[in-house]
C-alpha cells in the first residue's frame, strides 16, 4: 500500500520561500509510470494543481504558477519536495502530495500540510 | 473561476439519486481522461473515479459515471448520510498544458 506524508513548516513570513517534503512509502518514487504531485487547498475552497514531478525527473507546472515554483526529488530517500517563492497570504492553504497515474488519476494523496503565510 | 465547471452545491434526502455535472471543453473533457474526487470535511480526497467511468477500488456501485463530448457528469444512488462531501471533477487541459479541477460540489444528504 502506497502511502504519502506531507512535512515542512506551517508559518511562513510573507516573500519568503514555501518548501514542504513528501516522504513515499509502499512504493519507489523512480519507478513505474507514475507522477509525483502537488496540489493545495485554501480554506474553504476548491483544490489547484500546482505541478508535478516524472520518475524520471522531467517536471510540469500550473501555468499560473511556473514563476515561483520548483519541484524536484530525492530518489535516495524515496521524497519529492515543493519550493514556492515569494510568498503572500493568497499563498495560504493546505498542501497535498499525491500520486498521478494519467488515466488513473490520483490514486494516492497525502493526509495535507497546511501553511499559512503570516508576519 | 474554474476551467471545469460545477454546480457549486445540491441536496437531496437518503435513498434518493443525485447527479453531478462537470462542463469543460474540447481541451480538457473533450479529449482527456476524466477522474473524480470526494472529499470529506477535513479529510484529503478520495479517487472514486478514473478513466472518465471506471470505480476506483473498493468504491461501491452506487456510484457511477459518464463522459459525453465535453461534459461529464457523476451519479450517486441510494444516498446515504456518509455520502455528504464535497466532490471535484478533473482531468487534463491540453491548452493549458496542466491538470485542471472543477470548483466542486457540496453534496448535502438531508
Known amino acids: 500500500q502506497v502511502q504519502l506524508q506531507e512535512s515542512g513548516p506551517g508559518l511562513v513570513k510573507p516573500s519568503q520561500s514555501l518548501s514542504l517534503t513528501c516522504t513515499v512509502s509502499g512504493g519507489s518514487i523512480a519507478g513505474g509510470l507514475f507522477f509525483w504531485d502537488w496540489v493545495r487547498q485554501p480554506a474553504g475552497k476548491g483544490l489547484e494543481w500546482i505541478g508535478h514531478i516524472y520518475s524520471s525527473g522531467s517536471t510540469n507546472y500550473n501555468p499560473s504558477l511556473r514563476s515561483r515554483v520548483t519541484i524536484s526529488s530525492d530518489t535516495s530517500k524515496n521524497q519529492f519536495s515543493l519550493e514556492m517563492k515569494s510568498v503572500t497570504a493568497a499563498d495560504t492553504a493546505v498542501y497535498y502530495c499525491?500520486?498521478?497515474?494519467?488515466?488513473?488519476?490520483?490514486?494516492?494523496w497525502g493526509q495535507g500540510s497546511p501553511v499559512t503565510v503570516s508576519s | 473561476q474554474s476551467v471545469l465547471t460545477q454546480p457549486p452545491s445540491l441536496s437531496a434526502a437518503p435513498g434518493q439519486r443525485v447527479t453531478i455535472s462537470c462542463s469543460g471543453s474540447n481541451s480538457n473533457i473533450g479529449e482527456n481522461y476524466v477522474s473524480w474526487y470526494q472529499q470529506a470535511p477535513g479529510a484529503a480526497p478520495k479517487l472514486l473515479i478514473y478513466d472518465n467511468d471506471k470505480r476506483s477500488s473498493g468504491i461501491p456501485d452506487r456510484f457511477s459515471a459518464s463522459r459525453s463530448r465535453t461534459a461529464a457528469s457523476l451519479g450517486i444512488t441510494g444516498l446515504q448520510t456518509g455520502d455528504e462531501a464535497d466532490y471535484y471533477c478533473g482531468t487534463w487541459d491540453s491548452r493549458l498544458g496542466g491538470w485542471v479541477f472543477g470548483g466542486g460540489t457540496k453534496l448535502t444528504v438531508l
Open positions: 499525491a500520486r498521478y497515474q494519467g488515466r488513473r488519476g490520483f490514486d494516492y
